[in-house]
């Protein structure tokens, strides 16, 4: 045992040593590997980052309201006696004077231009109370100040300013027929909220002509996760046909907006894969070929076939890793921390950053090492069946 790992080892150190004399079919196939990698990556850390944004804006420790069948809070309308029963119900936060604490919200879409390209997008302006914003973690004023309620002025999202030109602390932006100020901008920790812009919600009932509606109601528990007595209420009352989660599990459902493009992104990565694996393929057979009399004269001194076949797919195995660490070095130059938007659930830009983890990193390095695998098995395989008398004839 001890002597076939030393003629593995011995193979594998010649092998290793003759790649300068096929470097540029070597160098063609590690590269292919890389952009396989590299493109693989990419759409991972989109997926990553989207989902990051939705559900670092959830919590368990509150509920949130609306209207039955609607897939986002665009298509939900709520009336004031709706919200007046539901946060009758069991299970509430209370504030000191005893007063159920929740936050019923607009939800309008507005226009923006994006600093890029310079093409309009939808935008979304929430309008809620001081009890919304108490209700959102992480959030904070970093410049300006809040708005007054019952006024025309807006907070903007740390994203949105970043993304979108006219949001800076101070100017006038115009939606419609209604102007507003930028009085304040504000983080909430770079999740989904930061990319909206905020309102006083009776103001903006008023300027969007939507009476006395919302869209959704956002509830503390009293109990985290706990949404039975709202769920009891929706069930004994007829009058309300709504749907009741807690927040965590809404932005999570939100998340899966970008699952048919990470679908398309390992579909895609898997075709290039294929690409990579025949010039894999290609380049171990011409390795073989060309190192015909070495094989010949290494099982004529009593090399095992075992060492020859280990030491050829070590060398495929090697140039595959080699692709997918400059794949993923690339990636994560290029793509980690890139700020971005696309279109949401509410069919409004939401605003993240690609996220590069090292879950995704041994995703990356996973691929290259099934494409080194399965891209050195047969040539493996070849050599180690290679005849000793048909090796020195070709080489001849």
């Known amino acids: 045992m001890t002597k076939l790992f030393s003629q593995i080892i011995a193979v594998v150190a010649m092998n290793l040593r003759s790649l300068p004399q096929r470097f540029w079919m070597s160098f063609a196939a590690t590269l292919a590997i890389a952009v396989v990698v590299t493109v693989l990556l990419s ?32 298509n939900s309308v709520l009336g004031r006696d709706t919200v007046n029963l539901i946060v009758a119900s069991e299970g509430i936060a209370k504030d000191a004077e005893g007063n159920p604490i929740y936050s019923p919200e607009l939800y309008v879409v507005v226009d923006g231009i994006k600093r890029a390209s310079q093409t309009e997008a939808n935008l ?12 959102r973690k992480n959030v904070e004023i970093v410049e300006g100040r809040m708005f007054e309620p019952g006024t025309n002025e807006i907070i903007a999202g740390a994203s949105i300013q970043r993304e979108f030109s006219g949001f800076e602390l101070g100017t006038t932006v115009r939606f419609g027929k209604t ?13 989904a909220f930061e990319g909206e812009l905020w309102a006083d919600a009776r103001t903006l009932q008023s300027q969007f002509r939507r009476g006395n509606s919302f869209q959704t109601v956002r509830i503390k528990l009293a109990e985290p996760g706990n949404i039975d007595g709202l769920l009891a209420t929706v069930e004994n009352d007829p009058r309300l046909i709504l749907d009741i989660q807690t927040e965590a599990e809404f932005f999570a459902e939100q998340g899966d907006a970008l699952s048919g493009m990470v679908k398309f992104g390992w579909g895609l990565s898997i075709l290039m894969g294929l690409g990579a694996l025949a010039g894999a393929l290609n380049t171990m057979y011409t390795s073989v070929a060309s190192r015909a ?11 095992s076939n075992v060492s020859a076949f280990f030491g050829t797919l070590v060398e495929s195995v090697v140039l595959s890793l080699i692709g997918g660490v400059i794949g993923a070095i690339a990636a994560y130059s290029f793509m980690d921390g890139i700020s971005t938007s696309t279109m949401g659930g509410n069919f409004t830009q939401v605003v993240f950053r690609f996220e590069l983890t090292a879950e995704l990193f041994k995703d990356g390095m996973i691929m ?28 001849a």
């Open 43 to 74: 759409f991972l850390a989109m997926s990553n980052g989207f989902k990051e944004t939705l559900t670092g804006a959830g919590s368990d420790e509150t509920a949130i309201v609306t209207r039955s069948g609607s897939k986002s809070e665009l």
């Open 293 to 303: 009399s070495e094989i010949a004269t290494l099982r004529a001194i009593g090399f």
């Open 368 to 395: 290259a090492l099934w494409i080194g695998l399965i891209g050195g098995f047969f040539p493996a395989f070849r050599a180690a069946r290679l005849p000793v008398i048909v090796a020195f004839r070709n080489a």
């Open 124 to 135: 979304p302006m929430r309008g809620i109370s001081e009890t919304g914003f108490a209700l």
């Open 179 to 191: 102007e507003w100020t930028v009085v304040g901008i504000f983080s909430t920790g770079g999740n």
